[in-house]
Structures are given as structure tokens and as C-alpha cells.
């Protein structure tokens, strides 16, 4: 068999869910919209989903790639938890191709694997708890290409009490919608632009899809979600644009879904644009709202239009500084002053349930050095 000339390997492949074997060896990846037809020997586009000897096997299983310490904030979440530390990892790879990509680093390099290490599902629960995080991550890179390791990380954390959030492109077949996202607590979708021109040229990919699973979360799911809309100057920055994305959402998934848009700064293979100017932000947010949605954000800027205000009395409610929080004045989930419950997940009630303290402590002595 010919050498895989992608990811390193690690000492046992796992194998994928999601696929079905094709003629001459081939494997067929219903993971995500793509449908990647995989030759022996070759990956998918997100590079680590690879076929050998007519299998699929997913090489991000077990191997963390980057591993950080995060407030919630940063998600970004602002009605999930706020305040918290957040357990953050990811792998390798990405399953759409967007020039502009800030983590470029992570989901387009291959060599981030050769500094992977093996950390098994059941073990990083412990470590979040290790490090007083009341949640966990999946982020960074897209989450859905290691959608096997996701699955299993959030049924170890669940057991533990804490929570799983999903930092995703939305870009997921139904066939696998409901397996990965059935064991996770949130989720914040980037809806990267309002035109298939858009994703068509820019991400590699397609619009529709997205909105699918936003829809699917919304129906089908106990997910609480956000949406964040990076706005690129010229790109998806039109305030007509920004006003039909807004209304779909008004439409489609209610006034009550936070919306974040946050500022472009430019990388990876866009370079030519420059860092989005405040004002862009702060007439997209009044359009949002113009339009009926209520809980609209600004981010990657300092802003007031990073705080939380009540949407009936007008009252603030949680005054933030980038992703610190100066102010929060939310009791048991709804405005002081005038009652009105403001919706998301304002405390863990399963917080403290976790595994004996001595598991834990064996656990994380493995990971002495890890430095977040």
C-alpha cells in the first residue's frame, strides 16, 4: 500500500463512522456535504479522514492538536455560562477551504499532528475538572471531521457534569447530525455570509447546508446556540446583506438566537482586506435589531455593543470588556428590575457530580506536563 502522504499517523488508526465502501477499494464519506469519493492510500478534503486498505479511519481520534484555557466569552457564548472557564481543543484539518481563515495554522497544516499526543476520551473530562473549567470545547479547528472523538468526549463529560460546546461551520450531513450533536450541551455556528457567491468562492463550500443545520438545531434539538457572522470588508459587509441575514433568522429561528458580528483582521490568504472598521459592526448590530432581533452582539473590539441589555426595559444587564465581564447583574435568568427571563443556560445544575477525586488525580498525572 502506498504511504499516506497526509497526517502522521498514530500507533492505532481508528476507525470512522459515517462512510460505506465503494467500488475498487473506494470509500464513500457521508460525514459532511461534501461527500468526499476517497481512493485508497488518499484523504478526504479535511485531511484526516483517510482511506486505507478500503476502510475509513479518522487520525485526529485521540490526538489533540491544541489545547488551551479559555473564558466562555471567547466562544464566543455570551448567554451560556457566562463568566466560566471554558477546556478548549482541537485537531487538525477543516472541511471547508476558507481563504480567510484565523486558525489557518491548525486546520490547514499538517505538521500540527506531528505535536499531537494521545489523550483518550475518558480522560478529558478529568482534565477540564482539573483545571476548573465547567465546560469543555470542541473549537479551533472544525470539530465535525473528528465527530467520532467528539461523540465520545461528550458522553465522558456528561457523566461528569460538565457541559460540551460545539464552535463549528454548521457544515454536517442529517446522517450525522443527530450523533454528535445529540450529546452536546451548546454550539456557536458561523454563518460566514448571506450569499452562496460567497461560500461558494471564498469558503469552497455552499450556504444551504448551514442553514440546515441551523434549522435542525433549532427544531430538533435542546442545543442552546449562537450565531457569528465575520464581517469582511467587501466581501459580506453590504447592509443589505446583513439585513437578509438577519431576517432569515428572525424567521427561521426567532428573535431570541444571540447573534455575534465580529471584526476581520486580515490572514491566512486574505490579506488584501483590511481589519473591519467599528462603524461596519455597529450599523450591522443596529440593522439586526431594526430588524426584530434582540440579543445582538459585537466582537474582536471593545464596544458597549458587547453588553447584554434587557430587551423590554432596556436595562443592562451584563457589561463586558472583550471577553471579560465587568458587570452582571442577571438573577435566576431573567432582568432584576423588571422580571423578564432573558434565554440561555445561566448556571450548571449538574455541576459537581464528577468521578472520585483519586481517579481524577491518577488521571491527570499523566498530563503534569501540559502548561494552559
Known amino acids: ?7 502522521q499517523k498514530t500507533e492505532k488508526l481508528h476507525e470512522a463512522r459515517w462512510w460505506e465502501p465503494e467500488a475498487n477499494g473506494r470509500v464513500h464519506c457521508y460525514l459532511c456535504p461534501r461527500h ?22 479518522n487520525l485526529g481520534y485521540g490526538s489533540p492538536a491544541a489545547l488551551q484555557i479559555d473564558p466562555i466569552e471567547k466562544k464566543p457564548l ?11 481543543m482541537g485537531t487538525a484539518g477543516c472541511n471547508m477551504g476558507c481563504f480567510f481563515c484565523q486558525n489557518w495554522d491548525i486546520s490547514k497544516s499538517r505538521s500540527d499532528q506531528v505535536r499531537s499526543q494521545h489523550i483518550p476520551p475518558e480522560d478529558v473530562p478529568q482534565l477540564a475538572m482539573k483545571y476548573g473549567c465547567e465546560s469543555l470545547a470542541f473549537t479551533y479547528n472544525e470539530p465535525t471531521i473528528w465527530g467520532e472523538y ?60 448551514v442553514l440546515e443545520t441551523l434549522e435542525w ?6 442545543v442552546w446556540f449562537e ?23 428572525l424567521t427561521h429561528l426567532g428573535p431570541d438566537v444571540p447573534l455575534h458580528f465580529t471584526a476581520f483582521h486580515p490572514d491566512f490568504k486574505l490579506q488584501d482586506k483590511p481589519r473591519t472598521p467599528a462603524s461596519t459592526l ?29 430587551p423590554n426595559c432596556k ?25 423578564f427571563s432573558i434565554p440561555g443556560v445561566w448556571t450548571n445544575d449538574a455541576k459537581g457530580k464528577s468521578e472520585p477525586s483519586g481517579a481524577r488525580a491518577a488521571t491527570t498525572r499523566k498530563y503534569t506536563h501540559l502548561n494552559l
Open 78 to 88: 455570551n448567554h451560556f455560562l457566562p463568566g466560566t472557564r471554558i477546556f478548549s
Open 150 to 209: 467528539v461523540m465520545d468526549i461528550a458522553k465522558e463529560t456528561r457523566r461528569c457534569g460538565l457541559k460540551t460546546v460545539m464552535v463549528t461551520n454548521g457544515y454536517v450531513t442529517y446522517e450525522a447530525f443527530h450523533d454528535i450533536y445529540d450529546y452536546v450541551d451548546a454550539a456557536n455556528v458561523d454563518l460566514k455570509a448571506f450569499t452562496e457567491n460567497f461560500y461558494g468562492k471564498i469558503t469552497l463550500t455552499h450556504l444551504q447546508p
Open 315 to 339: 436595562e443592562l444587564l451584563v457589561r463586558r470588556s472583550w471577553h471579560d465581564i465587568l458587570e452582571y447583574r442577571i438573577k435566576d435568568g431573567a432582568c432584576p428590575k423588571c422580571k
Open 282 to 310: 455597529d450599523r450591522a448590530r443596529q440593522i439586526a435589531r431594526e430588524v426584530g432581533l434582540r440579543y445582538v452582539y459585537e466582537g474582536n473590539i471593545y464596544s458597549d455593543g458587547a453588553n447584554t441589555y434587557c
Open 36 to 57: 468526499c469519493h476517497i481512493h485508497p492510500g488518499q484523504s478526504g478534503f479535511c485531511f484526516i479522514r483517510i482511506n486505507q486498505d478500503g476502510k475509513l479511519y
Open 217 to 222: 438545531l433549532k427544531k430538533e434539538t435542546q
Open 227 to 249: 450565531i457569528t457572522n465575520l464581517m469582511i470588508p467587501t466581501l459580506n459587509d453590504d447592509p443589505a446583506e446583513t439585513r437578509k441575514l438577519a431576517e432569515w433568522i
Open 1 to 7: 500500500m502506498e504511504e499516506l502522504k497526509i497526517l
